[in-house]
Nanobody, 118 residues
Framework: QVQVVESGGGFVQPGGSLLLSCTASSTIFASSVMGWYRQAPGKQRELVALFTSGGVTTYADSVKGRFTIARDNVANALYLQMNRLKPEDTAVYYC????????????WGRGTQVTVSS
C-alpha cells in the first residue's frame, strides 16, 4: 500500500521559519513528481512547489525566494524549507506524489497544519 506522510507543521510568528518533511513509499518515490500543496480555510487547494524526478523545481509566485523544496531519493523524502513566513501562508500543507507525472496515479498525504500568527 502506497503511503505519503507529512510532518513538521506548527505555529510560528511572522518572519519565522518551518521545515516540512514528507516520506513516500519507495515503490513510487523515485519515479514521481513530488509536490507540496496547501489549502487555506475557505480557499481551494493550490500548488506551492514541485520537484520532478529529473531535478526540475517549480514554485508558486507567492513563495518564490522564501520557500525551498528539496528531495532525497535515497531516503524517499521531500522537504519544504519555509522562511520569512507570512500570515497568508497559514494553511494545511499537503504532500503529493504524481507517479511518472501523468496524473493517472496520484497520492496525497493527510496534511500538516501551518499557522503563522503574532
Amino acid at each position: 500500500q502506497v503511503q505519503v506522510v507529512e510532518s513538521g507543521g506548527g505555529f510560528v510568528q511572522p518572519g519565522g521559519s518551518l521545515l516540512l518533511s514528507c516520506t513516500a513509499s519507495s515503490t513510487i518515490f523515485a519515479s514521481s513528481v513530488m509536490g507540496w500543496y496547501r489549502q487555506a480555510p475557505g480557499k481551494q487547494r493550490e500548488l506551492v512547489a514541485l520537484f520532478t524526478s529529473g531535478g526540475v523545481t517549480t514554485y508558486a509566485d507567492s513563495v518564490k525566494g522564501r520557500f525551498t523544496i528539496a528531495r532525497d531519493n535515497v531516503a524517499n523524502a521531500l522537504y519544504l524549507q519555509m522562511n520569512r513566513l507570512k500570515p497568508e501562508d497559514t494553511a494545511v500543507y499537503y504532500c503529493n506524489a504524481n507517479l511518472h507525472g501523468t496524473g493517472q496515479q496520484v497520492y496525497w498525504g493527510r496534511g500538516t497544519q501551518v499557522t503563522v500568527s503574532s
